[in-house]
């Protein structure tokens, strides 16, 4: 007991922020990031076989196999990739940022060994052909008990990485390594974790009833039943992924430009608001069901005032208010947008970031929410427009903030600096700009009626030129996004392979903004954090795009038969 | 700064263009609310889950005698059936294929049954795009009233197997 505590105090001083980072801590934050990115490129090249294949021209799988790849893409994105990445932001959240020691190796290795064997079966036993049942496996569809077994490993898994977070928290705490409140980003990772119990939760409900039906040891379950449940898996981890991808913002905004938050209690709030008005119940998924009543659903879209939808609001604020401030403070004070304008936009990790912003709020929340709309589900429900919208929200958002993470996690955890650093530069564009193609062509196909999930769309025989048009934007978008998630992988591994170490010296820095005018108390004096027309800009172009597009989608919808 | 502790005096109510965008968003908010219980009660599309439980065998068999009842037609090998203005309208969902197809009329209203023989599936009007879930076990009936004439087909868009994509029915609408 005694070795394994000195190993998990040991700790290092960061050359570059002058941030503690704890040996015990900065091992199991490798493990996770090296293993996200394997999965990361596992699922790519499932898109990249998807997105040929959905582009009808080129229709490049086979039906088998496009449906396998298909389950295959879906689990290694939104389960392996991400989760991978949470852990190992959480662990940098509650140590380096706390001060602290890991709370326990042992159950860290629990948790990582757990992780891996079950996402290693799962994916067995779909390459096997034993699980050609989608991400959602609903019933009747039934897969080989593996396939559940798999996630419910790698969900215990995680669940214990969440665990020792929380228990990091604690003894952090008790020791008093830290003064005051805890740091913004590690507040919001807090929220993330939260939700995360609730979402394995709804998984455990979820899946070990169809697993011991599978085992033919329980009758089936419901199938309504299970939507309920398994949607209030699959909709709160994605609300682990939104929230986990605000802190990083805050990250990576503070990393790359200084920033500060304009009012810490607000940012603080919006993020106890995601905890508080996230959709246990998942209702989203449901709203052209039967079984529940028109009262459940509006009930359940909402809880009547969209407070989780006001939470994303406020940080669409408080992120580039934050930045606003900071780079006022920098002394780019001139007009509306200077300090936008000389952001570091070649810096990967500022790029990454900024354009995950944009993406996420533009394309994917304005989507999300009309889609998610009572309604109007009706003119969207399994077509193409929902990929089209959580594309933006969880590859265009979360992904490629977490890309831009990458950056520094690299050259600071691993200490080596990045190499071929101008592809670096350029990759957020690539796979940013790639992924924004791909939604458009989805969402504008999904528009026209095209199913998703579906590999082949002749056979219809309703869809005509525009259609294809969309689908082979779909197509070029994909391929796009998929070297830049190349270009990030190879970067990446080639780095952890052969890129120069930093030990001892600061990182490579990639470009931040110089201080131009007066620094330190007469700076603070002259900028008001309460005066922002630049963000204030941004959001109410935000908010216009938003009426636009929600009002029109209430037109399209008046024009279908009537039914109730 | 966001990686470190906030000053002791962080707790402090918004101020300036945060107000002012606080204000607006909530504002913003309850409008997204407001309008689904609006469209509820004035609007002509709504989803509202009327649902019944049934087994397979027994919703075939009154599909069965819808078909018998009122076929008028067949088209590729499906009967066609002209459900009655203001009556009970049936079509199942199987893998492959949607049973049987429908004549309707304009501005007529019917209670459509849909439910399923095996997986889920999805009853997705074409080029109409009006999409419902089609569950084995529950009857979901839409009050649904045609609003324009022409012939329309309904893909399945919920996955169900490897013949999904071919899942194809029709409506007839005069």
Known sequence: MTTLQSNTTELRTCDTTGLPVFKGAEFFIRLNAVCAVVFLLVGGIAALLLALTRWQTVHLLGPEWFYRVLTLHGINMLIFWLLFMEIGILYFACTTLLNSRLFSKHLAWASFVLMVSGAVMTNSVILMGKADVLLTSYLPLLAHPLFYLGIILFAVGALLGVFNFFGTLYIARRDKTYAGSVPLVTFGATAAAIIAVVAVGHGALALIPVFTFSLGLTPEPDPMWYRLIWWGLGHTSQQVNVTAMVAVWYLLATLTTGARAPNEFVCRAAFVLYILFINLASAHHLLVDPGVGAGWKIWNTSYAMYLAVLASMIHAFTVPASVEIGMRLKGYTRGVFDWLLNAPWRNPGFSAFFLSLVIFGFIGGITGVTLGTQQINIIAHNTLRIPGHFHATVVGGTTLAFMGLAYYVVPLIFQKDYIARPLARIQPYLFGGGITLMSFGMSFAGSEGVARRTWDIEAAGVYGASTHMMLGLLGIGGILAFTGLLIFVLLTVGTLLIGKSNKGRPMACWGVPKTITKIGAEAEREVDPHNTPGAMTLVVILLVAFAVYYFANWGALADVWHVR | ?174
């Not at chain 2, 300036?16 to 609006?38: D, K, N, Q, S, Y």
Request: with cysteine; aromatic share 14%.
């Open chain 2, 1 to 174: 700064m966001s990686i470190t502790a906030p000053p002791k005096d962080w707790f402090q109510a918004p101020s300036g263009h945060e107000r002012v965008w606080l204000g607006m968003a909530f504002a913003w908010c309850i409008v997204l609310f407001i309008m689904m219980p609006l469209w509820h009660f004035k609007g002509k599309q709504n989803s509202t889950g009327e649902s019944y439980a049934t087994t397979p065998a027994a919703f075939s068999e009154r599909v069965d005698r819808f078909v018998a009842a009122n076929q008028v037609g067949t088209h590729n090998g499906t009967p066609i059936v002209e459900a009655p203005p203001g009556g009970d309208a049936y079509m199942l969902g199987r893998m492959w294929s949607w049973y049987p197809f429908l004549k309707l009329r304009v501005g007529e209203t019917y209670r459509l049954h849909l439910s399923s023989m095996d997986l889920q599936h999805g009853f997705s009007l074409q080029p109409m795009n009006m999409n419902f879930q089609v569950v084995p076990g529950y009857d979901h009936v839409l009050t649904i009233t045609p609003t324009q004439a022409g012939e329309y087909t309904v893909v399945c868009n919920e996955f169900c197997g490897i013949g999904h994509h071919g899942m194809i029915g029709k409506i007839f609408v005069e």
